[in-house]
């Protein structure tokens, strides 16, 4: 249950920091931006990290060098999801960030990749991400397909019906 807590904690945080990070980014350019916001990152995860944490903090040893390059894709996150959401708006940019999240995890899930135990891409799984999919293109271009349009009655119809 905690898991799901912090995932969902993890969701609202995601969606309100790219929301701010966006607001900002007007003022002060995206680059500008992902700098600010990941230098306060630093400042307060090094606070809580000598607060909290008892482990040297450069014990990299036995770490895969690769495994380092998730602070340049906390760069180019912050980055793409800023201009994700000024050019499609938070809704669809984080539909689609999240489909995207669960496509690569899926893929991760069934081959192990870096060292996960595998875990088998079911039909149950396919149908999930693509009702997702399907939901995301209803979500953005729903008001387009007439089944999803208001239909509004003539007042005529109306005085019709009633008799």
Same mark, same amino acid.
């Given at each position: 249950?905690?898991?799901?807590?912090?995932?969902?904690?993890?969701?609202?945080?995601?969606?309100?920091?790219?929301?701010?990070?966006?607001?900002?980014?007007?003022?002060?350019?995206?680059?500008?931006?992902?700098?600010? *916001?990941?230098?306060?990152?630093?400042?307060?995860? @090094?606070?809580? #990290?000598?607060? =909290?944490?008892? &482990?040297?903090?450069? $014990? !990299?040893?036995?770490?895969?060098?690769?495994?380092?390059?998730?602070?340049?894709?906390?760069?180019?996150?912050?980055?793409?999801?800023?201009?994700?959401?000024?050019?499609?708006?938070?809704?669809?940019?984080?539909?689609?960030?999240?489909?995207?999240?669960?496509? *690569?995890?899926?893929?991760?899930?069934?081959?192990? @990749?870096?060292? #996960?135990?595998? =875990?088998?891409? &079911?039909?149950?799984? $396919? !149908?999930?991400?693509?009702?997702?999919?399907?939901?995301?293109?209803?979500?953005?271009?729903?008001?387009?397909?007439?089944?999803?349009?208001?239909?509004?009655?003539?007042?005529?119809?109306?005085?019709?019906?009633?008799?």
């Amino acid at each position: 249950m905690i898991g799901v807590l912090f995932s969902i904690l993890a969701g609202v945080l995601i969606s309100t920091q790219n929301i701010f990070n966006t607001r900002m980014s007007g003022k002060i350019g995206s680059w500008g931006t992902t700098t600010v *916001v990941l230098g306060l990152g630093l400042v307060a995860s @090094l606070i809580v #990290f000598f607060i =909290v944490d008892d &482990t040297p903090l450069f $014990a !990299l040893g036995g770490i895969n060098p690769i495994f380092l390059f998730s602070g340049v894709f906390g760069v180019t996150l912050v980055y793409c999801l800023m201009r994700g959401m000024a050019i499609l708006g938070p809704a669809y940019t984080v539909s689609i960030t999240m489909v995207s999240q669960l496509a *690569v995890a899926s893929v991760v899930d069934t081959f192990g @990749l870096f060292h #996960f135990e595998p =875990v088998p891409f &079911t039909w149950t799984k $396919a !149908l999930g991400l693509s009702i997702l999919v399907v939901g995301i293109l209803v979500f953005k271009l729903g008001h387009r397909l007439p089944v999803f349009q208001k239909r509004t009655k003539s007042e005529e119809a109306y005085v019709q019906e009633a008799r």
